[in-house]
């Protein structure tokens, strides 16, 4: 288990749902990460969050909304999704300060049908 | 555009056997070098590298970086079948210190160790 706790660990969802994605941490990292892991391909950045604010959008389409409403949570909203969206979405988190590394959580694997 | 790329993408061993993992790296502004080891879920942080020539060790895992020639190396020694997985690397660069950091990861190897 990691200290940075997702959920839920799996999720179906149809293309024209609403769900959210939850990533929790209680380590004092105030630096929050969403990535996007295709199967058999490394992560790839999606956003990132400083300080409870967005610091980088890696040109994510619109039906991805992140949120950070503290320091210890981050979600996720998802909202008419593709099939193509279908992944492994990991959450990270670190300290805010030079030579940190960043910790995982163990992800939610989303499926859109 | 920073690149990141590591070999083999693929390796087979028997346990026991020692491996030697690499990574390259072109990133403008270079900070640390991470390696991960990827099973079924979390990337597990293994080693942050930010000065040339240091190993850092962990039991039977080790690294070192060379800031000269661009690259890393993950060594595993007496392999065990749970050493296998993906290990990741990835580059960090300077100029994101307010605002988290931002890693490029290599495509990962994936190891197998067979009994």
């Known amino acids: 288990d990691t200290e940075v706790t997702q959920t839920p660990k799996h999720l179906v969802m149809g293309m024209t749902n609403k769900k959210s994605l939850k990533c929790e941490q209680h380590?004092?990292?105030?630096?929050m990460y969403w990535y996007k892991q295709k199967a058999k391909k490394p992560p790839e950045l999606m956003f990132v969050?400083?300080?409870?604010?967005?610091?980088i959008n890696e040109s994510v389409p619109s039906r991805f909304s992140p949120e950070c409403p503290n320091s210890s949570l981050l979600n996720l909203h998802l909202h008419a999704l593709q099939p193509e969206d279908s992944a492994l979405y990991l959450c990270?988190?670190?300290?805010?300060?030079?030579?940190?590394?960043?910790?995982f959580g163990d992800g939610t694997r989303l499926s859109i049908l | 555009e920073d690149k990141v790329v590591q070999s083999p993408l693929s390796l087979v061993v028997h346990e026991g056997d020692t491996v030697t993992l690499n990574c390259s790296y072109e990133v403008t502004n270079f900070r640390s070098l991470l390696w991960y080891k990827q099973e079924k879920k979390a990337p597990t942080f293994l080693f942050m590298l930010t000065s040339s020539g240091i190993e850092k060790k962990s039991g039977r895992l080790s690294s070192i970086l060379d800031k000269k020639e661009l690259f890393s190396i993950l060594n595993i020694t007496a392999t065990q079948t749970g050493d296998s997985a993906v290990y990741l690397c990835?580059?960090?660069?300077?100029?994101?210190?307010?605002?988290?950091?931002?890693?490029?990861f290599g495509e990962g190897t994936q190891l197998t160790v067979n009994p």
């Open positions: 380590m004092g990292h105030r630096a």
């Open positions: 969050y400083s300080y409870e604010k967005l610091s």
């Open positions: 990835a580059v960090e660069a300077v100029g994101w210190e307010t605002s988290g950091s931002r890693l490029t």
């Open positions: 990270a988190s670190s300290r805010n300060r030079v030579n940190q590394p960043q910790h």
